[in-house]
Nanobody
């Protein structure tokens, strides 16, 4: 079992930056691959980025590639999403997710956070 709590969302102007954090409970954080998803109003949930348990492998969705960086600090049980050059279309609720490997965490994660709102104004 792992519990996830996101933070760092907010209102930012287009072109700005934001860093999201996701704190995980439990003593086996490094055993979990982690991911970020987002869901805009009336749209399906979209994969944003994923990172392996060690942090050695990362993957990004096409819509954020080159503008976002996923990272993790296993000593702090925390995964981050640094977002740069934000666009109004990045407005969404951002969710942290966890699973035991990269394939499930990127497609159908077993654990989800409650989400944090990111709003990008034009």
């Amino acid at each position: 079992q792992v519990q996830l709590v996101e933070s760092g969302g907010g209102l930012v102007q287009a072109g700005g930056s934001l860093k999201l954090s996701c704190a995980a409970s439990g003593r086996t954080f490094s055993s979990y691959a982690m991911a970020w998803f987002r869901q805009a109003p009336e749209k399906e949930r979209e994969f944003v980025a994923a990172i392996s348990g060690s942090g050695g492998l990362v993957y990004y969705g096409d819509s954020v590639k080159g503008r976002c960086t996923i990272s993790r600090d296993n000593a702090k049980n925390t995964v981050y999403l640094q977002m740069n050059i934000l666009k109004p279309e990045d407005t969404a609720v951002y969710y942290c997710a966890a699973d035991l490997s990269l394939v499930p965490v990127s497609t159908r994660p077993g654990y989800w956070g409650q989400g944090t709102q990111v709003t990008v104004s034009s």
